[in-house]
């Protein structure tokens, strides 16, 4: 029988879950919300319905359960620790517990490293070992691969992207610092930026595209400040690591052509490692399904080690 | 017999050898200038008799031969590429010419690289797997230890933590960047700053710290403005690797009471991850002996892998 393995995304909002072949092939899905107010039981029942519900459908050898959560995750135990989305599993044995409702192996990993692995699988980075995600919503996530497998760091806190300093006097965040990443660059910033310059008060990145789209001058000039911030992260990114391939994704990115000149110039202005080697700076291809993949990765992954 | 490795540190000037064994001990050694305007064969020739003598000197089984030289290495060839103190050596089978000549397995890595893993071996870092190295010199080199390995990016030209953008708008730098840490946190950037203070025109950073230590307060504030400096790029450091670790080595470590406060305090304030986790910044131990070392544990190293 043919192998497979269970991907699910737990995100602040949706539950979603897929089976998906070794191979990368989704052979069935389920997607649903998140009920977190009903509190933490009844989101991991929900959680392992949705499995139970693909195991019997898909039938075939189950090699594990992969699940991508926003939050930190303590790897050797198990656990989330600091999800703003997930106050309820902070702390908890959320891995013991559904290894042990469903009899299977059961990997976590934070959402974004997730979505990096799944690039890495079977999307924009499936010809290298080592990349970076950038991913821009609300703030910016990433995810670091180095020789196949996620960087964690020591408390698997690494790949804190969205907070490297671009503008040391810049925008504050809620991290403490000034001048993150993602105070120049995410969506978030887009809006903010359309409001400062007086674009508008309430415009989402969406709505700011599609201004630049119509020609509007002051809305072009947001996404080059974007993509400068972007390029600043970028060449330091490429100066510390001399990775390949660097891959964004997120809402944003239908504006890559009003924001990728100015990043790539800062780029190529700024790290001579760029200009001076093979590196790429692509769109993420999987989209919204780049961390499902990444989850069902997990197990199949984990047996290689 | 006792088995032992040899280290060859290959500098813009100096050329050192030492035969140190398995366990670090420094069982003999030799220094001398490295003649490089005789050319390439007598610098190799050089190299070549001083691991000699210390082979018949020591006895024992030779492990194998590490070299840590300025340059980027193309890991896979052995050769040098683009080192400005080397040109003669530029693309140079160098790794194969010496193991011929000797018959003994050589290991060519960068000499930043080499300092980052004799720390990790032997120094500062011994009790981690994970840390980077910054060395302040004329620039800013650096070594990023990953799994106890160094981290080399695809072509070997990762850990180039000087050229980090500190100052988006800073000095210029010869790498085509702006703000690089290299130009804010060097030893060279302390006399520059010296310079433009008015604190005097042709100042070394020693110097500039004999006045700070005699309580000059322009002299202080230099050390502020680098402190602050490496601070911004450890922040950085921390967030996107979340190692246990980051070591400082150089000349201007004696200054490390005058730069250190306001290091310690940009990175507390910059880095969410530094404040929430068990992260040290520490000077190195090994001083110039760090590439020695680490070029002794580079064939040690090569047989785990």
């Known amino acids: ?87 309820a599993f902070d702390g908890y044995a959320l891995r013991d517990d559904i290894e042990k409702r469903l009899g299977a192996t059961v990997v976590l990993e934070n959402d974004a490293n997730a979505a990096a692995l799944g690039e890495k699988w079977i999307g924009a980075g499936k010809d290298v070992n080592d ?26 806190m ?6 490297m300093t671009v503008v040391p006097d810049g925008n504050p965040c809620g991290c403490g610092n000034r001048g993150c990443l993602e105070k120049h660059a995410s969506a978030t910033a887009i809006s903010g930026m359309a409001k400062i310059i007086g674009l508008g008060a309430d415009l989402t990145s969406e709505q700011v595209f599609n201004l630049a789209v119509g020609g509007d001058e002051k809305a072009k000039r947001i996404f080059e400040a974007m993509g400068k911030a972007l390029g600043i992260a970028l060449a330091t990114l490429v100066n510390i690591f001399n990775f390949p391939l660097y891959v964004l994704s997120g809402g944003p990115l239908p504006a890559w ?21 093979e590196t790429k700076i692509v769109k993420a291809i999987l989209g919204n399904e780049a961390g499902l993949y990444g989850a069902a990765y997990l197990p199949v992954l984990a047996r290689k080690s």
Chains 1, 2 share one sequence.
Do not use: C, W
């Open 158 to 163: 690494a790949g804190e992207i969205g907070h």
């Open 257 to 277: 052509d009003f924001f990728a000149p100015a990043m790539l110039q800062e780029t190529r202005s700024r790290s001579f490692t760029f200009r001076n080697t």
């Open 131 to 156: 990349m970076v995600l950038l991913t821009l919503g609300t703030g910016i996530g990433g995810g670091i691969i180095s020789g196949g497998r996620v960087l964690h760091g020591h408390v698997g």
């Open 1 to 87: 029988m043919a192998e497979y393995s269970i991907g699910v995304d737990l995100g602040g909002t949706n539950l979603r879950a897929a089976a998906i072949s070794t191979s990368g092939e989704i052979l069935a899905s389920i997607s649903g919300r998140a009920e977190l107010k009903a509190g933490r039981d009844a989101v991991i029942g929900d959680m392992v319905n949705a499995i139970v519900k693909l195991r019997d459908q898909v039938g075939g050898v189950l090699a594990g359960i992969g699940m991508g959560v926003p939050g930190f995750i303590i790897i050797e135990k198990g656990v989330i620790v600091g999800s703003p989305n997930l106050p």
